[in-house]
Structures are given as C-alpha cells and as structure tokens.
T-cell receptor, first 121, second 109 residues
Framework: EPEVTQTPSHQVTQMGQEVILRCVPISNHLYFYWYRQILGQKVEFLVSFYNNEISEKSEIFDDQFSVERPDGSNFTLKIRSTKLEDSAMYFC???????????????????FGPGTRLTVT | GQQLNQSPQSMFIQEGEDVSMNCTSSSIFNTWLWYKQDPGEGPVLLIALYKAGELTSNGRLTAQFGITRKDSFLNISASIPSDVGIYFCAGGGADGLTFGKGTHLIIQP
C-alpha cells in the first residue's frame, strides 16, 4: 500500500541553524501538507501546497519557514534559523484530488508520514 | 483559529468493552475525520465524513458527522488490545485540518 515517507526520522540541530525536512508524498497525490506536533500536544497545521505553490498557511508558518517541491517526488520544509520552540514532530501529509462541493468542501483524506522528530538544542 | 473540544481526554476500559468519544466545535466544518496515532508514529486515517448526518463504519469503528456540522462521534465496539492509542478528531475547513487534543485510550486486560 502506498505511503508517505519522511527523512530523517530524527534531526538534532543547534539553535540558529537551518534544517531541511524531507518528504516523499504518495505518488499520485496532488496536495501536500506540513503539520507539527509539540510533544504531548495536538497536531497543528502549518501549510498546504498545490500546483507548486502554497495554498494555505497558518500563523505558525512565518517567514522562517519555506516549502519546496524540488523535483517530481520530494516535498521539503525548510526552517531557516531554528529556535528552541521549533522542537517538535513534523509530519508531512498528502491527499488526492478534490471531492465534494467545489470551493467549499475541500479538505480530504490526508495521509500522514511517520514524522521527523526535530530537536533544537 | 478554530478550536475543537474532544472528550474524554483519556479512557481506561476493559478489553471487550465498547468505546465512545466525541468532538464538538463552535464552528462549522465541511469535513470530519478521525485518526489514530501510536507512540512515535504519524496519525493514521480511520474514517472520513463528508455530509452532515452521515454515519460511516470501518470494521468495528463507527463515526457520525453531526447534523449541525459542529460535532462528530467515534464508537469502537468490542475493544481489543491493539485499539490502544490516541484518537484524534479533525475538522476540515479553511485553515487546513484542525485537530482535537486527542483521546488516549488505555485497555486493561
């Protein structure tokens, strides 16, 4: 069964350093997402990406974050200058074509990867 | 942002018992989804609901999309040890998926 994969599984970095988290979404999916989960807390939406551009982003996704689809399979999240509070699990997700009422009912079945645990020291 | 209230926060049950958990919101959602998360892993989609009033089953799991579009419940019948984990509801709207805080299900043998 197709699945979303993420690398690395665990990344340790020093405050102020740049990190790139990588994801390979399910191959025929067109919508890609990043979420984060601080230890013991709920999953929080960061950004959604479609057709090579950001479609929605949350307040968390500030200027230090960026996303890219550098090739036909990878989807990356870059954090430019990491802070201690960026320590969390970061999940990539992908979903298939849109269903339901156009422009209204547009959140679909999102399939999550196993996550990358980012530890900022 | 939109907030989901998920309850209960945790459940301690005996194997074989039925389980019920729910999510409520002050906002309307277009889609309700239920995910399960095991420790150290990503959320796994269990059930997706798209229409108000919709009742959907997936094996021993049954979920409903509330008529008001502001709530959803998940039932698990005849629980087994592998049902242990954290169950999250998620509402789909304009700001991605909004997740509840989770229901931690613990099954006592």
């Amino acid at each position: 069964e197709p699945e979303v994969t993420q690398t690395p599984s665990h990344q340790v970095t020093q405050m102020g350093q740049e990190v790139i988290l990588r994801c390979v979404p399910i191959s025929n999916h067109l919508y890609f997402y990043w979420y984060r989960q601080i230890l013991g807390q709920k999953v929080e939406f960061l950004v959604s990406f479609y057709n090579n551009e950001i479609s929605e982003k949350s307040e968390i996704f500030d200027d230090q974050f960026s996303v890219e689809r550098p090739d036909g399979s990878n989807f990356t999240l870059k954090i430019r200058s990491t802070k201690l509070e960026d320590s969390a699990m970061y999940f990539c997700a992908s979903s298939d074509t849109r269903k339901g009422r156009p422009a209204v009912d547009y959140y679909y079945e999102q399939y999550f990867g196993p996550g990358t645990r980012l530890t900022v020291t | 942002g939109q907030q989901l209230n998920q309850s209960p926060q945790s459940m301690f049950i005996q194997e074989g018992e039925d389980v019920s958990m729910n999510c409520t919101s002050s906002s309307i959602f277009n889609t309700w989804l239920w995910y399960k998360q095991d420790p150290g892993e990503g959320p796994v989609l269990l059930i997706a609901l798209y229409k108000a009033g919709e009742l959907t089953s997936n094996g021993r799991l049954t979920a409903q999309f509330g008529i008001t579009r502001k709530d959803s419940f998940l039932n698990i019948s005849a629980s087994i040890p592998s049902d242990v984990g954290i169950y999250f509801c998620a509402g789909g709207g304009a700001d991605g998926l909004t997740f509840g805080k989770g229901t931690h299900l613990i099954i006592q043998p």
